[in-house]
């Protein structure tokens, strides 16, 4: 059985950091592309981040890009999104996600597996 566990969100002023962590356990690793999703209040979940199993494929949305790095350390089956610079619109439950599948247009791909997502509160 597949279990994607996140931690590490919390609430942060703006301009700070959080690094939030997915362990995964049940599945190939190594051969998984993880990601991250969030959903903020009232609206629905988007894409923010993927890496594929190597960790040579990186993919971000505009808004995160240069503030957010995802990362993962495959010996662990751990996946990480540190993210700097936040800003209140970064407001939102985060889930991790993995699934075995194609690198291409990864965001509109469907993933298998989700965690049960941590909440990242930004004041302003």
């Known amino acids: 059985q597949v279990h994607l566990v996140e931690s590490g969100g919390g609430l942060v002023q703006a301009g700070g950091s959080l690094r939030l962590s997915c362990a995964a356990s049940g599945l190939p690793f190594d051969t998984v592309v993880m990601a991250w999703f969030r959903q903020a209040p009232g609206k629905e979940r988007v894409f923010v981040a993927a890496?594929?199993?190597?960790?040579?494929?990186?993919d971000y949305i505009d808004s995160v890009k240069g503030r957010f790095t995802i990362s993962r350390d495959n010996d662990k089956n751990t996946v990480y999104l540190q993210m700097n610079s936040l800003k209140s619109e970064d407001t939102a439950v985060y889930y991790c996600?993995?699934?075995?599948?194609?690198?291409?247009?990864?965001?509109?791909?469907?993933?298998?597996?989700w965690g049960q997502g941590t909440q990242v509160t930004v004041s302003s």
């Open positions: 996600a993995g699934a075995r599948i194609s690198w291409i247009g990864i965001r509109n791909r469907k993933f298998d597996y």
């Open positions: 890496m594929d199993g190597s960790g040579v494929g990186r």
